[in-house]
Each structure stands twice: as C-alpha cells, then as structure tokens.
T-cell receptor, first 113, second 114 residues
Framework: DTAVSQTPKYLVTQMGNDKSIKCEQN?????MYWYKQDSKKFLKIMFS???????INETVPNRFSPKSPDKAHLNLHINSLELGDSAVYFC????????????FGQGTRLTVV | AQSVTQLGSHVSVSEGALVLLRCNYS??????LFWYVQYPNQGLQLLLK??????LVKGINGFEAEFKKSETSFHLTKPSAHMSDAAEYFC????????????FGKGTKLSVKP
C-alpha cells in the first residue's frame, strides 16, 4: 500500500496548456509538500501545506497553484505551461516538525514541448 | 540562509571498497540532517537522520554518518560498496522550529565498478 502516491507518473504536454498533478498520502501526516527536481537533479521546495493551509511558497510563479481539499491530498495545478517547467515534481509528506523525515512520492516527470 | 554543500557531484568506487560521500552545512545552529537516496526513476528514500541524539547515526543498507559540529559536516560512509548502492545521494537539512521543509545539497552520483 503506497504511502505517498502521485499521478500521473509521466506527463507530456504542449506549451500554453494547463495541467494538474495529484498527490495523496495515507500516513496520517498533517504536512505535505511539493518539490521540483530540475534536469541537473537539484531539488528545491515549492510549497508546504499544514492541515490544508499554505505555509511556504518559495517564490514560485503564480501559474503554479497548489490546492489541498483535505489534509491527505495536495494537488498541483499549473497554468500556461512553459518549456522551463519541464522537470520532475515530487510530492512529500511528514509530521511537520523539523526532526521528522519526509516521505516522497515516485515523482511526476513533466515534459513541455 | 541555510545551505548544504556536497563535495563531488560524482564518486566512483570499486565493489567492496569504502564509500565516503561528503556533506557540509552552513548554519551556526546545528540543524536536523538527513541523507536520502534516489534510485533511477524513483522517489527519495531516507537512509538516516541526525536529530541531536548520538552523533554517529546508523541507517539502512549498512550506511552510517557522523555529525561533527566543529567541522559542520555530516559525511556518509559505508565500509564495503555493493553494486546495488549505485544511485544518487542527497544530503538535506531542516531548520529547528521549521515545518520540516528540506534544503537539499546538489546530490552525489555514486557509481560502483565490478
């Protein structure tokens, strides 16, 4: 039973389109995150939600809008996709304190053509 | 701002040799420290973490890391490399009092030669 699951695993789309990535965790965690991994494998946090409330927004373009319908779900919607948005997006969850580990999903490889 | 430096973007060892992957953090207040492993086309898996208990931390798959405050380091070691250890390794920090968001190093790709 997957702890953090994201769909889809692969997403190929054209510039200008709007797309969503879904994430669900069954660990009972209060905090969920979106991370972006670029082509050089560098990982950077984009958003953090605690119990459905936005905690961190790391200077991400407002074309990216996270939505948390409940604390087990954190979806990422991206408007007007650009070539530079191509990356692997990881959802993660944790108990929300600095000393607890984050559990990561398998990632969504987004390719914008 | 907190930062993490991983020396060596690529480390190559022979099977059975010692693995040493280096990580240094920048904060004057020791953060919480983590090592994650990423196998190709997969998510990240926790190897081990340091949260102010013992400075020598043992993790999964025979890996361990030692926290050295004087050197602001948290290097990852394994006495004997196995072919299955070939992967990307990330050191990460989480600040005390934070919501657990991780700041990652740039990663080190470990190759293991037969």
């Amino acid at each position: 039973d997957t702890a953090v699951s994201q769909t889809p695993k692969y997403l190929v789309t054209q510039m200008g389109n709007d797309k969503s990535i879904k994430c669900e965790q069954n660990l009972g965690h209060d905090t969920m995150y979106w991370y972006k991994q670029d082509s050089k494998k560098f990982l950077k946090i984009m958003f953090s939600y605690n119990n459905k409330e936005l905690i961190i927004n790391e200077t991400v373009p407002n074309r990216f809008s996270p939505k948390s319908p409940d604390k087990a779900h954190l979806n990422l919607h991206i408007n007007s996709l650009e070539l530079g948005d191509s990356a692997v997006y990881f959802c993660a969850s944790s108990q929300g304190s600095g000393d607890t580990e984050a559990f990561f999903g398998q990632g969504t490889r987004l390719t914008v053509v | 701002a907190q930062s993490v430096t991983q020396l060596g973007s690529h480390v190559s060892v022979s099977e059975g040799a010692l693995v040493l992957l280096r990580c240094n953090y920048s904060s004057s207040v020791p953060p919480y420290l983590f090592w994650y492993v990423q196998y190709p086309n997969q998510g990240l898996q926790l190897l081990l973490k340091y949260t102010s208990a013992a400075t020598l931390v043992k993790g999964i798959n025979g890996f361990e890391a030692e926290f050295k405050k004087s050197e602001t380091s948290f290097h990852l070691t394994k006495p004997s490399a196995h072919m299955s250890d070939a992967a990307e390794y990330f050191c990460a920090v989480s600040e005390r009092g934070s919501q657990g968001n991780l700041i990652f190093g740039k990663g080190t790709k470990l190759s293991v030669k037969p």
